[in-house]
């Protein structure tokens, strides 16, 4: 087996800062993903990367940039924190396009 | 592009009954899809899966078949219990997009005693 892991899992920023969340996993997947979600909705694809040093875009990727340096690990940076904001970032990875496995996410909240 | 339709936002039952989430989708490749479960304050996880058309594919009471002609893949289960209480999403991979996952908007199940 493996484990998703994200930091922090708490993130309280202020508006217009910069913040970067981390996803580490150590299944030796390939495709990692970025995905936005908002109390109670769906999954909001943001980045996803078929493997390292690769980056696609999702359909929120406007105001976040991502980076996959390593094969285990992405990040995440919103680049200008909105005020009010309040979601759950979620990482995950597969094989390819196979069965995703998400980590415990990252609660995001800016004053 | 490709995308997943799941028409119930919400869904409540009854402890013992039957239940059907519906999940259509549009594609132009022969794609994977998937159930995923998320509970309250946990991170979704695989229900089932499927590739096949036409074959039940079956997990922990669940199941679904995945039916090419009318591109759907229909979430079952013969007899809710109150663990099943959640947010079911439904999503496709291996269509225009790639590896790229399309996810439906998600039907959340209530189940009452």
């Known amino acids: 087996g493996g484990i998703i892991t994200q930091t922090p899992k708490f993130l309280i920023g202020q508006e217009g800062q910069k913040l970067t969340l981390k996803c580490q996993q150590n299944f030796n997947h390939d495709t990692m993903y970025w995905y936005r979600q908002d109390s109670g909705k769906g999954l909001r694809l943001i980045y996803y990367s078929i493997t390292e040093n690769d980056l696609q875009k999702g359909d929120l990727s406007e105001g976040y940039d991502a980076s996959r340096e390593k094969k285990s690990s992405f990040s995440l940076t919103v680049t200008s924190a909105q005020k009010n904001e309040m979601a759950v970032f979620l990482c995950a990875s597969s094989i390819l396009g196979d069965t995703q496995y998400f980590g415990p996410g990252t609660r995001l909240l800016v004053l | 592009g490709d995308s997943v339709t799941q028409t119930e936002g919400l869904v409540t039952l009854t402890k013992g009954l039957p239940v059907m989430l519906n999940c259509t989708y549009q594609t132009t490749y022969s794609p994977f899809l998937f159930w995923y479960v998320q509970h309250l304050n946990e991170a979704p996880k695989l229900l089932l899966k499927s590739s096949t058309d036409n074959k039940r594919t079956e997990h922990q009471g669940f199941y679904a078949t995945l039916h090419k002609s009318s591109s759907s893949f229909h979430l079952q289960k013969s007899s809710v219990q109150l663990s099943d209480s959640a947010l079911y999403f439904c999503?496709?991979?291996?269509?225009?997009?790639?590896?790229?996952?399309?996810f439906g908007s998600g039907t959340r199940l209530l189940v009452s005693p």
């Open positions: 999503a496709l991979s291996g269509g225009t997009g790639g590896y790229k996952v399309v």
